[in-house]
């Protein structure tokens, strides 16, 4: 009967450890909230997290499953929840419809990681790279934290009209541009980086990114995920998020 006893008692306490664990990782790794566009996509990383990496997708990529799937993993593996709004599913969404559900797919996205206090930045790419513009100047309007940085990979042109006050001054902000890009080609940097005029020349960059061998730096080319493209998108990132979590 003793046996038998401190037999139970292991397995409780087996089972309220199982119970403490499934509280520790309450969400699933993945979480899709909602369907089809305007959906938040939430990916959590194995470890505690320590950042919030906003990844708004380019007009061909609307799932985190899709040619940008090798980044996610890596900002995952660095302990960063990537929200991932899903703003088109059919190419008859016009860019005001689009813009609409990637405010929605953020808030849907955000309101599952409220409560955490962790440095937020935000990478997009072409109509992404435009859309965490329009994030960082509403984020107020929105009811979503503001991202303390942005890297904007060949912006498609703005969205939507800007706010003349801009975004908060601590913000870091870099611009790409491929050289080989005939899709958003400099445009949109170049309006963005106008609107940015009065932003603080230690805060912002703009980065022509060249074509080498073996990399043409055409408007696709920021989906590769081999070394050299790690490289040149990836680690800047990577060092964005760096910045933005020692800086308190």
Same mark, same amino acid.
């Given at each position: ?85 899903? $703003?088109?599913? !059919? %190419? +008859?969404?016009?860019?005001?419809? #689009?813009? =609409? *559900?990637?405010? @929605? ?29 329009? $994030?960082?100047? !509403? %984020? +107020?309007?929105?009811?979503?934290? #503001?991202? =303390? *940085?942005?890297? @904007? ?32 080609? !400099? %445009? ?8 940015? *005029?009065?932003? @603080? ?10 074509s080498r061998p073996g990399f043409v ?17 990836? %680690? ?13």
């Amino acid at each position: 009967m003793r046996q038998r006893l401190r037999l139970v008692g292991v397995g409780a306490a087996l089972a309220l450890l199982g119970v403490a664990a499934a509280s520790a990782h309450a969400h699933p790794p993945v979480q899709r909230l909602g369907t089809g566009a305007g959906t938040g996509w939430v990916l959590w990383p194995r470890e505690r997290p320590t950042s919030i990496v906003v990844f708004g997708h380019g007009w061909s990529t609307p799932l985190p499953t899709d040619g940008f799937a090798p980044w996610v993993t890596h900002l995952r593996a660095r302990g960063s929840i990537v929200i991932y709004p899903q $703003y088109r599913t !059919s %190419a +008859a969404e016009s860019v005001a419809m #689009a813009l =609409r *559900a990637f405010e @929605s797919g953020l808030q849907k996205g955000f309101a599952q990681v409220r409560g955490l206090h962790l440095p937020v930045v935000a990478i997009g790419k072409s109509f992404g790279g435009s859309a965490v513009f329009s $994030y960082a100047a !509403s %984020a +107020a309007a929105w009811h979503v934290p #503001a991202p =303390r *940085a942005i890297l @904007s990979v060949f912006p498609a042109l703005p969205l939507a009209p800007l706010p003349p006050a801009g975004i908060a001054d601590k913000t870091f902000v870099e611009l790409f541009v491929g050289d080989a890009d005939t899709t958003a080609g !400099s %445009a949109g940097a170049n309006a963005f980086w106008r609107w940015l *005029a009065g932003h @603080s020349a230690a805060r912002k960059r703009y980065v022509v990114i060249h074509s080498r061998p073996g990399f043409v730096a055409n408007h696709d080319s920021a989906q590769r995920s081999d070394a050299i493209a790690r490289r040149i998108f990836w %680690a800047p990132l990577d060092l964005l998020i760096q910045q933005v979590s020692r800086s308190g």
